[in-house]
């Protein structure tokens, strides 16, 4: 099956580069993927995928029967949407449209989902069970995935399968992570309300900056000295905003920021320990105070079956040299996470880096892909997607 797997993905290779160039010179941002999602829509149904449009909003889903054999159902996912960033590359395919741009390699995520469909749907006669592609919007945002499962994207899914481009990972290389690979993301906003005076009789106010600053540094050190330090943690207050004069006296602060957390255990308990210590200390000093604490999304927890079926098919298709194990987790967000409260998954990451040249992070206006990398995301996916029907049948689940 590989060998087979690995000659049509050959054979759509000039295809594919072309689908991955068209996306990349015409991005649109999160939510708004209303071409890129025709466009999809298009090669999925040439294809022979039963398609629907308008999944998630701006969401795209295909579906491939396999042959009947099994009747375990698997998800594909992959995000669609760019970046307000003004493209820097320089390249001839750069994009077209001002201030937009594929610096989170979602191009090749979609490119790499259509290939994948493109295999399979060769090989269906042999393709035990069903396959839904998702094609989702506005993973930036955090919102495609709660989009789409709310559309019942997730309706009937036994295992989901995801991918994200890494550029300090070389292109042709896989990255698998057993356990966490992204962290929990929860949004939290602090007010805190003092009292105006006079900047020089302090003692007739009370001082909302100077309350602000304590609790900054007061939530800091209680992560050092509350937590477990084995158990990740990190606050950013990354926007802060109060006052208006040199002379005056702050009565009010507002500050928000973003919390990331690996343990569901120390998540649970995050409201009740920022509001216990922002609350004190505002207390302590006579000021009053408002916390908003919303969760977001939670952590990408890849599960170890599944990770091991993709660990597989990656060694058998690329060699075990080129199979990467990620030993530690990102504290970045993905919305993957999303699905697993649907269906257990695993996300992999494609290596991306280029042979020659710098490598520019993700998120950046020069940041580039060496486009190998997309046949080794197609074999990959095509492979574990056979592996699990062939490794779920033998095994029960
Ligand atoms: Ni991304």
């Known amino acids: 099956m590989l060998e087979k797997i690995k000659q049509i993905a050959a054979e759509i290779a000039p295809r594919l580069i072309e689908i991955r160039r068209h996306l990349h010179a015409h991005p649109e941002l999160s939510g708004q993927e209303y071409q890129t999602a025709a466009y999809v829509a298009g090669v999925l149904s040439s294809c022979g995928l039963t398609v629907k449009e308008g999944v998630g909003k701006t969401g795209v889903v295909g579906e491939l029967k396999g042959n009947g054999t099994s009747d375990l159902f698997l998800a594909i996912r992959t995000d669609m949407d760019a970046l307000p960033i003004q493209e820097a590359t320089g390249l001839e395919f750069a994009s ?12 090749v995520h979609t490119t790499v989902g259509l290939g994948t ?17 998702l094609f989702q919007p506005a993973e930036e945002i955090a919102q495609g995935a709660l989009w789409m499962v709310a559309d019942g994207a997730m309706e009937g899914i036994d295992a989901i399968f995801g991918l994200h481009v890494f550029p300090t990972l070389p292109a042709g290389t896989v990255g698998v992570r057993y356990g966490a690979l992204t962290a929990a993301m929860d949004d939290l906003e602090i007010i805190i309300q003092g009292e105006a005076g006079h900047g020089a009789r302090p003692h007739q106010a009370i001082d909302a900056i100077w309350i602000a600053a304590q609790v900054i540094t007061g939530l800091q050190q209680a992560i050092s000295r509350t937590h477990n330090p084995l158990h990740p ?5 990354g926007q802060i905003s109060g006052g208006h004069a040199p002379n005056i006296i702050a009565e009010q602060v507002k500050m928000v920021g973003t919390v990331r957390s690996l343990h569901p255990e120390v998540r649970e308990n995050l409201p009740d320990w920022t509001r216990r210590i ?12 408002e ?51 649907y269906a257990r998954g695993t ?48 095994t029960p689940t």
Request: a neutral charge.
């Open 233 to 237: 943690l990190v606050l950013t207050l």
């Open 347 to 394: 996300m992999f990451r494609l290596g991306i880096g280029l042979k020659e040249g710098k490598n520019y992070p993700l998120h950046h206006p020069r940041f580039q892909v060496d486009e190998s990398s997309i046949l080794t995301g197609v074999i990959t996916m095509a492979y574990s997607a056979f592996l699990y029907f062939e490794q779920s049948a033998s």
């Open 96 to 107: 077209k449209i001002p201030g937009v741009m594929h610096a989170c390699g979602h191009d």
């Open 278 to 289: 922002v609350e004190g200390i505002c207390q302590t000093y006579g000021a009053r105070c």
């Open 291 to 341: 916390i908003k604490y919303n969760r977001r999304l939670p952590s990408v927890q890849n599960d170890w079956r599944l990770t091991k079926i993709v660990e597989r098919a990656a060694i058998e298709a690329l060699g075990e040299q080129n199979v990467i194990l990620i030993n530690e987790p990102s504290l970045g967000a993905e919305d993957f996470a999303v699905y697993l409260d």
């Open 117 to 133: 469909a493109m295999v399979l749907s060769r090989l269906q006669d042999q393709l035990p069970g069903r396959v839904r592609f």
